[in-house]
């Protein structure tokens, strides 16, 4: 059964980081990329990156390159991404998910989601 | 990157024909994903590829494209089908996402 499990919510200050993980079954994240999601309250999807299982490549989108960075740990079965220099703007639920391989690369199975809330 | 668009709202009485549009410039050259989300809760992929039906996904929805556009319909329609519809593309190693469309069973 695949599963991934994420870290629970976060309340962040302006201007701090926040590091949020997705423990996944079977060691998906060995063979498998993820990618990280975000959706801010009352919005819609927004893809953020994802980190490639065979060697740890990246790729971040444009709005949060520069402040975003994406790691796995094999012997952990997990996948973490961290967000630094806060803004209001980054309040969201965070959404990792499985990349399937298959051309398109459909996301096929989701974390529940981790709501990081940043505030003064 | 590309947009893609969704109408905002699709209202659909119990029993029939939902249908939800995703248009963008690039479609017709990438493959479509489509996604449901109900409040409070991930997004399920309900089309990949297309036209293609993960495990578990009732035939009731089904997936098309034709030029730059993809077409998500869901048949004989229920009140679980509520809720929020995302069209996605894989172009060139990013994931782009349809602005959404809220579905509400009358």
């Known amino acids: 059964q695949v599963q991934l499990v994420q870290s629970g919510a976060e309340m962040k200050k302006p201007g701090a980081s926040v590091k949020v993980s997705c423990k996944t079954s079977n060691n998906i994240v060995s063979r498998y990329a993820i990618t990280w999601v975000r959706q801010a309250p009352g919005q819609g999807l927004e893809w953020m990156g994802w980190?490639?299982?065979?060697?740890?490549?990246?790729r971040y989108a444009q709005n949060v390159q520069g402040r975003v960075t994406m790691t796995t740990d094999t012997s952990a079965s997990s996948a973490y991404m961290e967000l630094r220099s806060l803004t209001s703007d980054d309040t969201a639920v965070y959404y990792c998910a499985r990349q399937e391989l298959s051309p398109g690369h459909p996301l096929d199975y989701w974390g529940q989601g981790t709501l990081v809330t940043v505030a003064s | 990157s590309f947009d893609l668009t969704q109408p905002p709202s699709v209202s659909v009485s119990p029993g029939q024909t939902a249908t939800i549009t995703c248009s963008g410039d690039?479609?017709?050259?990438?493959?479509t994903s489509w996604f449901h989300q109900k409040p409070g809760q991930s997004p399920v992929l309900v089309i990949f590829?297309?036209?293609k039906r993960p495990s578990g996904i009732p035939e009731r929805f089904s997936g098309s494209s034709s030029g730059n556009t993809a077409t998500l319909t869901i048949s004989e329609t229920q009140s679980l089908d509520e809720g929020d519809y995302y069209c996605q593309a894989w172009d060139s190693g990013t994931y782009v996402f349809g602005t959404g469309t809220t579905v509400t069973v009358l």
């Open positions: 690039k479609l017709g050259d990438l493959y």
């Open positions: 590829q297309d036209k």
């Open positions: 980190i490639s299982a065979y060697n740890g490549n990246t």
